[in-house]
Each structure stands twice: as C-alpha cells, then as structure tokens.
C-alpha cells in the first residue's frame, strides 16, 4: 500500500474541542427573540376514524398563537387522501398509529401549549387495528389504506393490500440444489421493534424574514433534504427555504425522517414568528421511527462438507403504519448475499400494521436478516461438527460472485476479514469455563447511496477551504479534511472544513448508508484534483513549460523530474489573487451515485450465562472489518464499537413493549439500553482490502458492525448454555424460561 | 444590441425589503453574551514622541479587562520601528497625527472603558508638525519617517523624504509642444480634505472560540482582507480568522481600511470574550481616511482651433500620516488622460504631512484632477470662444490612443457620451436669468483592480444559488443574480444570491475600483458557463448524441436546431442527484486582473448665485455616462444620483478645519454635508458603449460620476458670475469674497 502522510493517521476530530466542552451548536441551543413554542397533539388510537376536530378553545386561550391541523397544510392539497407523501403524516380524516400527530399548536410557552392541547377537541371512531403482519398481510385482511398496491418487482398489484413493498430473488433451481443437500435445515427467526436509541430527541427551530423565506435549524441527516421535504410540506419553491445546520447528537438512519422541522415551518409561517418544537423521550420513543421488527424463515441446504446447495427464505418486516421505505430489499440482498448459493429464492416483505411507522437504524434490515442467517449458519456447523469460521471461509463469495439482485460483487475482502479472524482466533485460543462461549458471526452491506459535491477554495497563504453540505455524524468532517490534505501534501493544521447552509454549500444527499467520508470522498477528491490541474497550469505559466509537463511531488508543483524547477502551492495560491494573477484558485468535485464497495465484518464474543438469573455477561468482543483503508483508525474503531454496543442492546435488552398498539416502555428506564457497564472491551482488527472506487481504497464503515452483532451473542449463548434462541431479546427472562423446556412461554406480538 | 430577458431590466435590489425594514443586519447588530466593550486613547497631538506610557492605573480600574498598547500587537514584532504595515498603526514611540490610537481599553461597558482611558498616562514630547505639503517636501523638511524612502518610477530614493511615492508620465517634446499652442495657459488648483460621509460608522464585533480561532463580525469592502489583516495584525495564519460579511451602511473607499477589526480581536484574545468597537462621529470625522486635499499646477498648450498641443502639470497630493497608497498616480493617469495630448508630462507626488492619513474616495484622487483640468479646459474654451463640449469632442481620446501611463485605450464611449450630452443640451435650450450660468465638464476613471471567483450550485427544482465572498456597496448582489438568471434563462426570483463567509465564499478581492459587478460578474458569467457546459454534456447523454451538438435555447438543452429534441433545465437538475444522476451540477469561475473597461461621465449643471449670500443654488443637473450596458438601470441611476449629490458637497460645502493639525470641525453640524433639500433633480442619460472584456458589454458605474462633478460646478459658477473659482469649496463665504476683488482672503493651509 502507498504510504500516505495524513491520510491513514489518527489526527483529532476537528469537533473534537467544541463538541467536549458544550461549544458546539446544537438544535436544542438555538434561541431566537421573540421565540414560540410548538407541542403536538398526538393520536392516543392506534387505528381511528377522526369525527370531529375542533380547535376553537384551543385557539382562544390566551398566549397561543397559532393551532394548525391536516387542513392547514398547503403541500397536502396535492396530494390523495390517506396515502401521503413525506413526513410528519399529520393525520388527516384517520390515524393510523397511536402518537400519530393530530394537531400542533404554538403558544408563548411551552406550558400555555400543552394547555392548548388539552383544549383540543377530538372525537375518534375506533376502528379495529392490525397489529400482527401474519395477520395483516393476509388477502382478506382490513385495509389501513384503501389506495395502497404493493410495489412489488412486477409493477403494483391490481388489488390494494397492507403489503407496502415485495421484492422476490431468484437463482438457479430451488428443487435441484435441495436435492443435491446432505443436510437440510428450516427455522424462523424473529426479531422485535428497536429503538436508534440517539441521546439528542428531536428539536427544530423555524424563522420567517420579511419576504416570507423561511430558515431552519435541526438535527438531521441532511440539510437539502430537510429543505425538500419542507418545501413539499409548505407547497414552495426550494428557494423559499433556507436549512442551516447543526450539530447531530446521534441519528443512526432514525433522522432521515423530519418529524418537527415541516410543522414547526408551518406555525412560523402562521405566527410570522419565530418557533420552537422539542420531542420529549416519550414521543421519541412512541413516534419517531424505530427499526422494524422482523419474521425470516429460512430453509437451507448444505453437503456434508458444508457447500451450500440452496437457500429459500421469507422475510417479512413490520413497516408499521406508514408505507415509507422498503427495508425488506436490504434484507434480501443482504442477508444471504455473501455467501455462493447457486440456487436461491428469496421473498421480501414490508407488511404495514397500525403501530409506530418503522424507519431506517444502521444498515437497515441486515442486522435482523443476519440473525437469522448467521444464526442458522451456525446451527449448520454444529450439525455438520464443522468450525464456523470455516464453514463460511469455504461458501464465501469472491470477486466476480453475482449477489441476489444480479449484480456482481467487485474486489471484495470477506475471505480475507474471515482469515483474519481465525488468525486472531489461534493467537487467543480456545474460551474455558462453565457456562462460558464463543459465538461467531459474519455481516454484510453494501451501502453507498445517494450523490454528492463539495468545493476546496484555496487560500493565498496555500492553506484550503473545504465546503460541504453533508451532515457530520460520524467525524467525516476530519476525514474529508484528511483527504484534503494529503491530496496538497499539506499539515493537516491548513485545512479548514466547514458545513454550509443550503444556500453556501454544494448539494449533497443525506448521511446515510455509511456513506459520507467514502462517496462524499470521491466528490472532495474530485475538488482537490479540479484544484490542482488548475494549479498546475499556473504553474506551467510561472516555469515555461506546458501543463501536462508539470507534476505535483512533495508539496510543489514542478516540471516532471526536476524538483529544481519547481514552485509551491502557497506562491501559486498567492499570486493567484496578485495583480497579475489569473484569479483564486477554486475546485469542484460531484459524483453521482458510485459503484458499491462491499463492506463485510466478522465478529466474535466470549459470553458467560448466569442459569439461575439468564443474564449473559460479555467477557470480551472482537470485531475484524474490512475498511478498505482506515482513512482514520481512531474514528474507524469508534464507529465499530458504536455499532457493536448497540447490536448489544438489540440483542440482550431491547423491545417496544406493545399493549394493543400503545407502546408501554416510553422512557429510558423502561426501554433498557446497554450502558457502559454492559459494554465490554472490543478487539477491533481491521482489514484494508482497497475497495475499486473509493479514493485510497475507502470503503464505508459505519454500518456493517452492526450487522453480525445479534447472531454473535445468539451463538455465543447457544455454545455457553446449549439453547438456540431464535428471538430477540435474548434477555434475562427469555434465557431463564429458554432453560425450563416444560414450560412454554406465550410470546405477545401485538 | 441583443435583447436580455433579466439582464437590463428593472428588477428590485434583492436586500430591498431588509434595508427599508431595519432587518438587515450591520455591525452594530451584533450582540454577543458577555460581550466587552472597547475604546480608542488617542493621540491630542500632531506630531510627538511618547517618553513615557502607563497603563497600570487603567488596567486596575474594576470592571477593566484587558489594556493593550503597540508592544502587545504580535504582528508588530516583525515590522521596523517606524514603518508599518496594515492598520489601524497603534502608535509606536511617536505619534504622527491628532487622533492615533496609542492605547485600546476592553472593558464591561462603554462608560468603564471611556474612564480608564483617562487614567491611562501618556507622556508626549511635542515635535514640529508638517503641516502644508509644500514645506514638508522640501529636501531638507524635518522628516516624519527617517526610514521612509520615496518609492518611484525609477526605484527608490536613496535618501529618506516625506515624499512618499512619485510618478512621472512624459510623452513627446514638451517644448515643440507650447510652441505650436495658440495660446497657453497656467493655473494652480487647490482642494481640501474631504470625508467619504458614511452615514454607518466603523464597528466590529470579534470573539474567540476554545481552539483560540477568531470571528470578526465588521463592516467593510473585502472580508478576505479583513481576515488578512487581522491575520496579519495577530501574527496568525490566515485560517485562525473567520470574517461574516455583514451589511455596509456606506463606504465610498473608506472601509477598504481596518481601523478596528484588528485592534478588536487583539482584544478578543486578550480577554478570551467577544468584544465589540465602535466608533464615535467625532472618531470617524478625525482618524479614519478622509480623501486627500490637492495641489495641482496645469499649463496647457492648445491651437486657436482648441487642439491640445502640450500639457504639463505637478499633481501634489497630501497623503497625511502614513505612506500607504499611491493616490497621486491615479490623478497622474486620468486628470489628463482621455485627451489626445501629443507633448504632455506629469508629475505627480504624494507627500506627507502630520494630518489624518488620507484615504480612498469614489475614484480616489481623480475628482481633484478632473477639477483642475475641467477648470482649465473651461478656460481655455472662454478664451477662445468655443462650445466647451465640441473642445473636448475635438480632443476626445478614442481607441487605440495611449494613456499617460502608455497603455492603450480599448474600445471606449468618450465621444458618444459627450455627443449625447450635446444632443441633451440642444434639446434642452439654453439657460435664462440673472446670476445664473451652465457649467460643463468631463470625467474619466479607468478602475476595474482585483479579482474574483463564484459559484453557482444548481438546485434540483433548476433554481440556481449563486454564492460569492464579495462585499455587496452598490445593490451587485441583484446585478450578479440577474446575470445568473440571464445565463440559465429563469426567472430572477429563482436566483439565490448569498454572500458567504472567509469559510464558506470562494476568494474575492475587495469592492474597489468600481468593480464588483464588472469584474465579480466576469467570474459569475464563467461559473454559469462552467455549470452549464456540465448540463451540456448530461442533456448529451440524455438526448443521446455528442456533447458538442447541444445548444442551449429557450431555458433548454436541445439538439443544435431541434427544439423537439430537448431537456429542460429543472429535469436535468432533479436527474442529476437521482439513483441514476451523475452527480450534483456546481459550477465555479474565477478571473484575475482584467483588462481595463475605461469609463466617461459628461457633466452639465444649472445654477443660480446668490451674491448677496454667495450661495449657489444648483436649478438642475444631467449626466450622461458611459456604462457600456446598464445591467439594472435603477441601480446604476442611483449610483450616478449619489456620486453627484457627494460631488456637490465637495464643490460647495466641504472642508476639513484644521487648527495646527488637530481638526476642529468633527461633528455632522460642522462638517456640512448636502442634505435632500441641497441636492436637484437629475437627469441621467444612459449611454451604452459596450466594453470589450464584460459580458453583456458591462463597465464599471460607481465612481466615475463623481469625478466631474467639482469642476462642473465651478463651471457654472464662472458662468453666471464671471468669477473662475481654483479652490474648493466654493462656500457661499469664498464666493462672496471673490465677488470683492479688492479684499484679499488669506487661506490657511495647516
């Protein structure tokens, strides 16, 4: 590998400082003159005709400004009745989930306003809910949405359903491959509703100026898209919006989704003030947009020296109440897709229930799709009394592999991730004690979406300006300005990144698919590279030779071969703006969506079960991940052990505990999430397999260790104790009662 | 002249609303939690060495944060003794003029930090102050700088002077030239100091962030050379300073200097809070850079036919206090220089005194050329009984003719611009009554320094951002997004304009020289060029044929000649960031120094005397120029109305008092400026001769219609009452005196 001088260094976050001592700028901390407040009126009915809505009182009382509902919201005259576009779904004639919002209201004070919500009349005919996907898939169930048709691979169905979305992959012959199996296995997974689990609970801030432009302030994964999704919701044009960012205290795909930012526009635009909107923990829990839970039945056949012959599955995913994204198709493509299985049927689906609307939480749909898989892998190797390392070594895909959907795998580094693992295997050795095990796990995703630009502006002093409008969830700032620096072979120090506003920085699509530092990369890259041909011409002009005579060595430009004959960036840059200058020095890069760049991850942990209490304790964890190239280890390890801890608390703690579609754990003592006693110490091992397309071989990081994290404590559970758990949460209870084989544990779904 | 859609047309300024609503934000705006306050010790005298300066007693004061002095500036260390660089020139061992900072105080509020400048002890030992700019240039006047060598033509002097910089323009034979002339005449011209008269006063705002970087909030003409001179100031590389443009009430060349914004972020580390500055009238009136007063001698050669033979002239310009622009070169270059003059040579000085250093102002020194020349010319067209426009028509430079400086004249509208005013004048008749004369001259300002970058993001709905780092004085915000929106064909409102900070804003030089829509719009043209040539080649992929086929017509990328074979601006836009889009359209241009797009301005003014009062009461007044193509004839009308009501006050009213240096009339009552009721109706006549290097065939506007305004005056006033006044300002009291030939008025210089 080339050896880089920043690029591949542990240089610090450059929010390192604002973000330790409370400097940094958050949602929560903008406060304007003048400021309103909004609170939301929230469905307590999981499935409800509206009757009646009357806002009269509420408008009456004195200090509310402004108490808007369904029928004040300009971007839903265009749009039909009950299917919607966007977010926040203000209910309009029905709700359809239990925290819908109904009305909002904004007041002086928060108080005045959650006042004015008691003052709210509402008269709901309740309607019976569909809480289980077995039952509301089914042809004959009740429809949620009269004018939903399943988007499926063959177009729409003819006939509306609570099917959102179905995609089906076929290889080879289903019949033949399991012919051909020595060993065939079926099980059915499932996994519940999840929670992100982010510290910071949604916050907006809206302003309208004199012309009527209105400004945001908000968490988010992406600031144009803030600004589309308003721009819909307010029926105006994109220019008539203005997004600034702030800091994003944890998002995690749960802020994709604008929740606040389009109503809290809407009581801006109604006051001509200022207006505030904050979520409570409750109403994050109960109305934000948690994981869906899953159902995956998987029936696989495999020789006897462990080559899979062939693979059927059915996964089904809870989309709740809104028919928003199809999670089903990662799952699809995911969860056998690293694996060579000539012949595959897989059948996805996103089934709509009238429970909180699911949305997307680190690589979306793998983690539960990987249970099961990984789980089954598993149970293979032990039915086969073969190594699981082995087993998936010998059935891993390789370059040139087709993937569910067709599409071939380019250079990709699973064996190489897997080989790692076994090494470190041997150098730690077999795990003793009672009640003691080991559990492996391999994941998968393909990540990368969505396009992006930035611009690198240099200064006279030869220091550079990066622009970007990509939100900085995961410390891309720092590696962006890595990439910057080592492309002008400058210290670190000179390079200044900023975010800016919609309306300062290049387009960029949202910070999802772990995305940003590896596509948003090539864009920055592109930038660099737009700034140094220009450079380099200068520097033609300055040493009397032509452009393609001049390369970039040590941090000068110079006549090829002739470090002699050569000028520096900061001369460049200062005699650019110099009155016989040709003007700044300015670069652009854009790329569109790229080719993907698999990422794969193994893990390993050592568990202990106590049997009298089925609490596990984690002894120790290890994570090898093929990063491509870890642009900056310390940021690259954070993001694993981020991923891993909460892959802990997806696979011991975590469950939205339903009673009738109400959710009943709305505060973070009741939805129990892993804290930093939970979490042990991670080995991470990183492998730099350099991917085809990212610059320096960058692959995306931020998702995949999440991906194998459930089925690692699965496994590991089952060779601590004997005892396959095939649902999530593994918890306390569900291990102790796992235990006792006579007794059967009814399981609530709804 | 093609037809423009936007460009040429009327639209309103895009800050309208904001200005004439109090929302836009200045300076003064910000407020910032625990903000100090600072203030300025100022020097009492002219010219004195500091024997002594103790701060301790100040620094004591409670409620006192930080006291600095000269030894505290790090950028100090690296500067010799007595010459500097930058400002605001915190004195060093001596004092040069009445009103140098000596001592700069932070502390809780206004009041504390005006009372601990007064316990800050200063002792002076008083030196001879220069005052009159004939006795200090003189070889062997006591100098004010012994290191200060005068920077010339031919290098510098080897011994040191109060000269500061010379040029000397010489062409033909001086001698052959008088001796062909008809006639030849001399006269000695003389103008005082005169102030910019912003309405807004210097303020700034500066804080300190935990990694020590600093923001400054400060009005002014560039924000990348705040950030320089700050930078410069604090001995810090450029990317530890942040510069937000704000909002400018007024400039005119004044706020091309930082008096301030160093001073206040020195203050701001000092203290590790915000601290805010901001100046007094009585402040701005004596320390910051009012215009400088002149001295020119004019002998002139012409033909009884009125053509020039020869011309010779010595420019004396007094620089005040501190060496820092080379304003006599400009008076060298245009007093003279739109007349064809075979034989011709000009020397011109800038000469030091012990005054407030002098400053730029609105085609800085070229007023006071042009009132010498223009007089002259006045002159000579009485002595030989011509039409004083068909004598300057006669020797009317045209293109191809040289400068004095040997450049050569590009395409230029001097002739079309007089012969318009000619037409004007025919249509107007002549002028009737008592004690009433018209008055005509001309003006050249050449302008047009600096250089600039833009970029243009295109948004998915084919709205486009334009984003620039340039300070808007004159309403270019609007002019740059019309040109945007002519270059995209889409309605104006789809522009966005925004002016970004030293972080976010591509490099622009400052708003000078008349150049910002010129010359920023030469960049903004390119950035459109660069954007759109990159939806050339998508709408190529598109419409599947070469990119070099497509045209861009109608707001649409077609198939050259096919309007059936097209694709719109917004599908390109919204495809380029889709799942298949190759990435986001942004566009970027940048252009150095370019070529000169000369300008002329034709003067006529009506007046009436009182000679009873000696007061002139201005009947009417017209302008013609040529702006080569007026891109929003609103804004460049108000440029011309308020470079004329500036060029009044100058002729009439205006007039620094100094009483052995120290000025005495520093308030707006003494300081008389012309108010609405002192300015007439004006007629502007737009002429149109497109430059060479803008789009569209733009010139600069701004200043050139201030550069006859003195002399046309004067002009006028020759006209109705017989008496040639060769010394500004025309106050009702000189012209009283002049109507009393036998009482002789004695002028005091210093």
Known sequence: MPEYSVVGKRVPRVDALDKVTGAALYSGDIILPKMLHGKVLRSPHPHAMIRHLDVTKAKALEGVMAVITAADVPGYKYKSELVFAGNPHLARKKVVYAGQPVAVVAAMNPYIAEEALSLIEVEYEELTPGLDILETMKPDAPLIYTNLYTQGPYGKDTKPSN???????????????????????????????????YLEPQAAVANIDLSGKVTVWTQSQGIFQVRALVAEFLNVPLSRIKVVPVEVGGAFGGKTYQLLAPLCALLAIKTGRPVRMEMTRDEVLKASRPAPASLITLKMGVTKEGRITAASAVMLFDEGAFPERPYSSNAAITGLGHYKIPNLKIEALDVLTNKVPSGSYRAPAAPQAAFAVESQMDLIARALGMDPLQLRIKNAAVEGDLLPDGTTFPRIGLKETLERMAKYLTQKGKLEGENRGRGIACGFWRGGVGCSSAHVNVNADGSVNLVVGCVDLTGSRTGLAQIVAEEFSIPFEKVTVVTGDTETAPYSDLAVGSRTTYQMGIAVYRACQDAKAQLARRASLTLGVESTEIEFAQGRFQVKGKPEKSVSLADLASNSISMR?????????????????????????????????????????????????????????????????????????????????????????????????????????????????????????????????????????????????????????AIFWSLQPNIKVKQDVG
């Open 163 to 197: 099917i959102a979305w179905r995609v089906e992959y076929r290889r080879g012959d289903l019949e033949t491959g399991f012919e051909e199996a020595d060993l065939i296995m079926e099980n059915t997974f499932r996994t519940q509703t999840v929670h992100q689990g």
């Open 581 to 733: 200058g040709e003007g700044p020095i300015t670069g652009r890069g854009s790329v569109g969506v790229p080719p993907f760049a698999p990422m794969f991850a193994v893990h390993v942990a050592d568990i202990e079960v106590d049997k009298e209490t089925g609490k596990v304790k984690i002894l120790s964890y290890a994570a090898a991940q093929d990063v491509g190239l870890a642009i900056n280890p310390t940021l690259v390890e954070g993001q694993i052990q981020g991923a891993i801890s909460q892959g802990i608390g997806w696979a011991l703690m975590e469950n939205y505990v339903f009673d009738r579609g109400v959710l009943q754990n709305t505060t973070l003592l009741d939805y129990r999430m892993p804290t930093a006693v939970d979490v042990p110490f991670m080995e991470i091992l990183l492998v730099e397999v350099g991917s085809a397309t990212g610059p320096y071989g960058l692959r995306p990081v931020g998702e995949p260790p999440i991906v194998p994290s459930l089925a690692t404590i699965a496994n590991a559970i089952h060779d601590a104790i004997g005892v396959r758990l095939k649902e999530l949460p593994m918890s306390p209870e």
